[in-house]
């Protein structure tokens, strides 16, 4: 790589932990915000690429709020559709491979079982469908792009729904989840893992890696270079409400208090979007082609409470730590 890896989206959850990761590795990397470059408009993409020269494009910007989308339709396609158009669009103008993040709301959630990459798309709400269209202009605009799906997005940084249950674990002595919706909860640690496993191996020269379930995953250029939509989440599934009472269990070890989590349908918390009652993601494609897999979702999320909760914020020593 020459380069630095341009970062569109680089306040966003995922932008600040690739941001964190890239400099822990010491990989050059440019972040951009919406103040210095908004992506709907096409001249400031440009200039910003222009301008870095990069070896590589992540998009990490988008419009993700799913229920205000409802009542923004037109801002979420500016910026989920028309953005990343832009995007893809420069990338393409300036022959650098681009990674563009997508989301398990394109899926309606009707299928048994997770989703593979050549699932019909059939999004439920304004959101996922900006999602849907943007993807496939971005196909259009720059063919070889890795367009990476990813899902139920949480970490340190930022608003997601694993920092508002630790909020209410605080502050309410009962909490109300609903119980039938599934998915994979996925830490932005391991979607920065993934996006800097598909930047390496724009360089790297083939090698097999046997993961830890005995697939044999060949780590290459070609998936790179002829570009392709894959699926990367969490390991294993669970439902809001199970991943709710994950995180209150774990985090009593350092508040020492743990609400009871109920389970509630999602006809008792109406939300003005739909959402797919399973969007579970398979990553098996992913993890054949690049090598990576994301660590099981209760490990993640384990890490993840004990940076939120273990920093100098602590306001207790776990149970059964030394
Ligand atoms: N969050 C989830 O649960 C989830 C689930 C599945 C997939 N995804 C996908 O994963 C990717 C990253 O999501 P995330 O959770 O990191 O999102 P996020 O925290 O909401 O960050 C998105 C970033 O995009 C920026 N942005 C919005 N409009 C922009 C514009 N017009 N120009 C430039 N930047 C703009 C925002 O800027 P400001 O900071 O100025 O608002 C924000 O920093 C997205 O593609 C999302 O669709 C997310």
Redesign the pocket.
């Known amino acids: 790589m020459s380069g630095p890896i341009l970062l ?8 600040r932990e690739l941001t964190a990761l890239a400099q822990a590795r010491g990989v050059k990397l440019r972040g ?4 210095i ?4 408009a096409t001249d400031a993409v440009a200039a910003a690429v222009a301008d870095a020269k990069p070896c590589l494009i992540v ?7 799913v229920d205000r989308a409802e009542k923004e339709p037109d801002l979420a396609h ?3 559709a028309v ?1 990343a158009e832009n995007i893809a669009r420069a990338a393409a103008g300036a022959k650098v491979p681009l990674v ?6 394109v899926f309606d959630g009707t299928k048994t079982g997770p989703y593979i990459e050549t699932d019909p798309l059939a999004p439920l709400g304004v ?1 996922g469908r900006s ?1 849907a269209e943007g993807e496939e202009l971005v196909r259009k605009a720059c063919p070889n792009a890795i367009i990476l ?6 970490g340190p ?5 694993l920092k508002t249950m630790l909020r209410l674990a605080a502050s309410q002595e009962r909490l109300r989840v609903v119980a039938d919706q599934h998915g994979n909860p ?1 830490a ?1 640690a391991d ?1 920065a893992e993934a996006i800097l496993t598909v930047a390496s191996a724009l360089t790297a020269t083939p090698t097999l890696t046997t993961l830890t379930d005995g697939i044999t995953a060949t780590t290459n250029t070609t998936a790179v270079t002829t570009g392709g939509t894959f699926h990367v989440a969490g390991t294993g599934v669970t439902t809001w409400h199970g991943f709710a009472a994950a995180i209150v269990d774990h985090q009593a070890r350092w508040t020492h208090k743990r609400p009871p989590v109920d389970a509630i349908a999602t006809a008792d918390y109406p939300t003005p979007a739909r959402r797919p009652a399973n969007s579970a993601l398979d990553s098996t494609l992913f993890a054949r082609t690049f090598g990576f897999r994301a660590k099981p979702w209760p490990e993640r999320m384990r890490e993840t409470i004990d940076i939120l909760l273990g920093g100098p914020a602590a306001r207790g020593t776990p149970e059964g730590a030394p």
């Open positions: 569109f989206g680089a306040a966003g959850q995922v932008g951009v915000t919406r103040d470059a908004d992506i709907t998009n990490a910007a988008a419009y993700t709020a500016a910026v989920n953005g563009h993040l997508s989301t398990d709301y959101y999602k799906r990813t899902a139920w997005v949480y940084y930022g608003a997601n729904f996925t932005t979607i």
